[in-house]
């Protein structure tokens, strides 16, 4: 089974900064990587898919990048509304997604 | 506008039975398979299992398999994940999700419907 790592697991930021989460699969998935925004007791909330493709109506201040086994999303110029929880997931081979990453205010 | 709509959870106790219903409006229910992914309270999220839009094929998570099975009625617009021998570690919100794009990811979800296995 292919294994999702996200890193950092919380990241503390300011409305205006620019953040990046990375995640990494234990075997490569190509490009079929997707990532998701969740708020609490919120389902979550699909941004991008075949790791940089933004779904519509999603904000152009997301952007995701990466290949093989390593991705990147990255929000830039943080708004009050990013504040989330954030989740990678492969479907290359069934599908598995990462820990999350908490999304906090600093 | 796409929609699903969960429903059937609730409290059982270990080694009980429940049924998950998920309604869906907005888009061609048959032309879509259907994922249900769950969320432990303060977890992440884990996908369980996953249907063709025929319904003809069937995928299911390790942790689940044997136990919960999923269904669909095309004519009814309707999901189903039967779960039975409940345990502890079930307890979860579960979400309806519908995949989309040429290697299916889950572009909609559902509100979700809270399943809790306790004496």
């Known amino acids: 089974d292919i294994q999702m790592t996200q890193s950092p697991s919380t990241l503390s930021a300011s409305v205006g900064d620019r953040v990046t989460i990375t995640c990494r699969a234990s075997q490569s998935i190509s490009r079929w990587l997707a990532w998701y925004q969740q708020k609490p007791g919120k389902a979550p909330k699909f941004l991008i898919y075949q790791a940089s493709s933004l779904q519509s109506g999603v904000p152009s201040r997301f952007s995701g990048s990466g290949s093989g086994t390593e991705f990147t999303l990255t929000i830039n110029s943080l708004q009050p509304d990013d504040f989330a929880t954030y989740y990678c997931?492969?479907?290359?081979?069934?599908?598995?997604f990462g820990q999350g990453t908490k999304v906090e205010i600093k | 506008e796409v929609q699903m709509v969960e429903s059937g959870g609730g409290l059982v106790q270990p080694g009980g039975s429940l049924r998950l219903s998920c309604a869906a409006s907005?888009?061609?229910?048959?032309?879509?398979?259907m994922s249900w992914v769950r969320q432990a309270p303060g977890k992440g999220l884990e996908w369980v299992s996953a249907i063709s839009g025929s319904g003809d094929r069937t995928f299911y998570a390790d942790s689940v398999k044997g136990r919960f099975t999923i269904s669909r009625d095309n004519s009814q617009n309707t999901l189903f994940l039967q779960m039975n021998s409940l345990r502890a570690e079930d307890t979860a919100v579960y979400y309806c999700?519908?995949?989309?794009?040429?290697?299916?990811?889950?572009?909609?979800w559902g509100q979700g419907t809270l399943v809790t296995v306790s004496s």
């Open positions: 907005g888009f061609t229910f048959s032309s879509f398979a």
């Open positions: 999700v519908r995949e989309s794009g040429s290697r299916n990811y889950a572009d909609y």
């Open positions: 997931q492969q479907y290359n081979s069934g599908w598995a």
